[in-house]
């Protein structure tokens, strides 16, 4: 029997309803999931670029949703010692909307934003009151109270403020353009998920709301790694749960490879050692861009600290006259110079009778963390195998000598001149955070409470694992003339 035409039409109209239906229904749900299946981090060719905004996967677990992380000051303020994130040490540059040292990522439907190697390894120099900060790349983040960013993060994510309600307006006032979906279920699951989630790890990191404040340019590193295997915080002993000291500098290590690295000399593989820190950023084993890892050891391979005599005048013939008193004291433990880091001692491990600097920070690493930081990554090619038990502090190279200071491993001595003092001629109290620089004395201005609306951060060092004491006595050099200091000084100013 021959179909009617009616009837033939009638098939037709239902074929393209239904194709219509499916290309509104599939459309959106294709459009939703290209959107929330993106994992895409924002990219950059140079290699410092991508050092100081680079991804190393940290943003896939640990990230904060970017526009709300961006309202965070102006939410809670009242957390904050002063305007923005500014006011805790991050560095801004132009044109830029993130700190140094925190990268953007697009994953799970919205742009989500963590820190970074260089929030730790990025600082800047000023000559002067009225001068422009110099951004240097690869030192102590010395400007940086990276404590008060995280009790700033976990006062503020357990405030009754930190609600959809306030915060989406807050967010579109920002001028995010929200869209209903987002008005109405993403960013408010967001900061559900984000309270959630910071709450948690800084719950882990309890440790900080315990431990004497850090100051800026400072971090405890390994109590951290202690609190991600769940130690029991509270039942550490008081010398094992201080372990504070500066953030290191980072240039040259392609000339490092095999010497103890760290404060300690807990580990002599570059390579461990920058998957251990790739911690700090979120970059758990699962998740970490081994790619974007190695870019950073490609470029901090060979990486350079700027001279000392791009920013101030050295006296070359007061310089020579320091290079004998060098090479006498200091050469066999630190290298020949600021580039040829041969020496007998160099990056090797003083025992702290010898040394006999601060404690803390050595006793906190222990045997029962050495064996568990084998096993992040075990089953992998990566597993750490390198890591141990020292009884003392690791001798170092001292290139960029001038932008290590504060020096000793606690960051407890303000400035070389300090250094070369006798220990109970060192200053008991200092102020840290400061970026103006002093030339004279090698280190950074340390007797100025407040600077262009800043203040600055009193350091003790009579809170236990702040001690200044050690490297101290003939063989250092604090016995010295005044002259000859001076012009050793002046030489290490070349370094």
């Known amino acids: 029997m021959t179909t009617s035409q009616p009837e033939t039409k009638k098939r037709h109209w239902c074929r393209w309803t239904l194709v219509v239906l499916a290309l509104v229904v599939l459309v959106p749900l294709l459009n939703l999931a290209q959107r929330f299946m993106t994992d895409e981090a924002v990219t950059y060719a140079d290699p410092v670029e991508h050092f100081k905004y680079g991804s190393t996967g940290g943003e896939r677990n640990l990230g904060f949703p970017y526009w709300i992380w961006r309202v965070l000051p102006e939410l809670c303020a009242d957390y904050l010692p002063g305007d923005g994130f500014a006011s805790v040490g991050m560095i801004y540059e132009p044109g830029h909307d993130l700190p140094v040292g925190m990268s953007k990522r697009r994953h799970m439907g919205i742009d989500r934003v963590f820190l970074n190697c260089a929030v730790c390894h990025t600082s800047t120099v000023r000559r ?122 980072i240039w040259n290590q392609a000339k490092k490879h095999g010497m103890q690295l760290h404060w300690d000399g807990n580990n002599d593989h570059v390579e461990e050692r920058n998957l251990n820190a790739s911690f700090g950023t979120g970059a758990t084993p699962r998740l970490i861009d081994h790619d974007a890892i190695a870019r950073i050891q490609a470029w901090n391979a060979t990486a350079t600290p700027p001279p000392f005599s791009d920013f101030f005048d050295i006296d070359a013939q007061l310089a020579e006259q320091g290079r004998p008193v060098y090479e006498r004291y200091c050469a066999d433990c630190h290298g020949k110079n600021g580039e040829d880091f041969s020496g007998a001692q160099v990056g090797k491990v003083v025992p702290l009778e010898a040394i006999a600097t601060d404690p803390f920070r050595l006793r906190s690493f222990t ?80 007797d100025v409470e407040t600077e262009n609306g800043r203040r600055f951060f009193l350091y003790d060092t009579r809170v236990p694992g702040n001690g200044n004491f050690g490297h101290d006595g003939e063989r250092y050099g604090t016995s010295l003339p005044d002259t000859q200091k001076l012009a050793l000084i002046e030489y290490l100013k070349t370094f």
């Not at 110099?134 to 400007?143: D, I, K, S």
């Not at 109590?223 to 372990?243: C, H, M, Q, V, W």
């Not at 690791?394 to 504060?406: F, T």
């Open 367 to 446: 045997p029962e963390l050495a064996v568990n930081l084998g096993t992040p990554y075990a089953g992998t090619p990566y597993r750490f195998q390198h890591f141990r038990k020292t009884f003392g502090y690791a001798n170092a190279p001292m290139d960029g000598l001038w932008l290590r200071a504060p020096f000793l491993h606690n960051g407890s001595v303000p400035t070389l001149w300090d250094l070369l003092s006798p220990a109970d001629k060192r200053p008991v109290t200092f102020w840290r955070g400061n970026d103006r620089y002093d030339p004279v004395r090698l280190g950074f201005v340390n």
């Open 128 to 249: 002067s009151v009225d001068d422009e900060p110099t951004l240097v790349v690869g030192m102590g983040a010395n400007t940086l109270d990276l404590m008060a960013f995280q009790k700033f993060m976990h006062q503020c994510v357990t405030d009754r403020r930190f609600t959809p309600n306030q915060i989406v307006p807050r967010i579109e006032a920002a001028g995010a353009d929200l869209g209903l979906l987002d008005r109405y279920l993403v960013y408010p699951l967001a900061v559900h998920l984000m309270r959630d989630g910071v709450a948690g790890l800084l719950g882990r990191l309890r440790f900080i709301h315990i431990q004497p404040d850090w100051g800026p340019g400072r971090v405890d590193t390994f109590n951290s790694a202690k609190a991600l295997f769940n130690y029991p915080i509270e039942r550490l002993r008081t010398d094992e749960l201080l372990g504070t000291a500066d953030f290191p500098t």
